[in-house]
């Protein structure tokens, strides 16, 4: 049973990188509250997953392999945090900076440390940025690391073939993988603070050139309190959102929408309907 919970929170199986049994904290999963109906969304697939235990409060196509847009952009901030030191710089080649938006607006040319880029990246959705990130080290060796990445989690329904989350045969994952992704991702100090903050402003290393950034999660400034995660648009992908809010008692809850007609007020009802009947 603990290696279940441990395994959706983004743990390859076994689990060799925690510690002894003996220091490890066991948290009762939240229970629900009374005979609610669980909520109905027109997304093509859904999860909603207490952050803490990593229980799945609900789901919906939850296995089924779909193309998730930017949301591929956690794995990137991850394949980059690993592999790059924050304060390397990049050079900004032409093809980043000619990358559609989203885009940080960087330039031909610019110096920027890889701190900045990550920080474009993920609150700015910036293709620009994730294509600097990669080009660093060669796009295709950088997707292989991706790859490479989500296989050591278990992530086995999870495959990319580019660094943006554009679509192309073989970008692919499942509400189920991104919730264990996620799990992962927000043991990062850095990343589980850049996704929770909706507005920066980011400089050229020489300072000369500025880049104002604005979150594209449009949850907050809601009822909600918001502490992230990643949003994803493409013509195949449709709306996805992977939204984080955290209750009253600090508890945290995650909401993930693929394909959805509208992916903020979806993941909102989501995320309300399990703040609300749930007790931790």
Not at 44 to 72: C, H, R, W, Y
Not at 87 to 113: M, R
Not at 121 to 139: W, Y
Not at 234 to 261: H, K, M, R, W, Y
């Amino acid at each position: 049973m603990l290696n279940a919970v441990f395994s959706l929170l983004g743990f390859s199986q076994p689990i060799a990188t925690l510690p002894p049994a003996s220091v490890l904290e066991i948290v009762a999963p939240p229970q629900l509250r009374g005979e609610e109906l669980a909520p109905v969304v027109k997304a093509e697939a859904a999860l909603v997953m207490d952050v803490k235990t990593g229980s799945i409060l609900f789901e919906k196509n939850a296995q089924t392999q779909l193309p998730i847009a930017s949301l591929t952009k956690l794995v990137t901030a991850l394949v980059a945090k690993e592999n790059y030191q924050l304060n390397d710089v990049v050079v900004v080649s032409e093809n980043a900076d000619k990358q559609p938006p989203a885009e940080a607006h960087l330039l031909t040319g610019e110096e920027i440390t890889v701190e900045n880029l990550l920080k474009a990246l993920l609150i700015n959705s910036a293709n620009d940025a994730a294509t600097a990130l990669a080009e660093k080290m060669g796009e295709e060796e950088f997707v292989v690391k991706m790859n490479d990445k989500v296989s050591k989690l278990g992530l086995l329904n999870t495959h990319f073939s580019n660094a943006v989350g554009y679509d192309e045969e073989g970008n692919y994952s499942t509400a189920y993988d991104l919730a264990r992704l996620a799990g992962y991702f927000l043991r990062d100090d850095l990343l589980r603070e850049i996704v929770a903050t909706q507005n920066a402003t980011v400089a050229s290393v020489n300072g000369g050139i500025r880049h104002q950034l604005s979150s594209t999660n449009k949850l907050y400034g809601t009822y909600l309190t918001m502490r992230g995660l990643k949003t994803g648009t493409t013509d195949e992908a449709g709306e996805c959102f992977a939204g984080i809010a955290e209750g009253e008692n600090g508890q945290q809850v995650l909401a993930i929408v693929l394909n959805s007609p509208s992916r903020m007020q979806e993941d909102k009802a989501l995320l309300t309907w399990a703040l609300t009947n749930f007790r931790w």
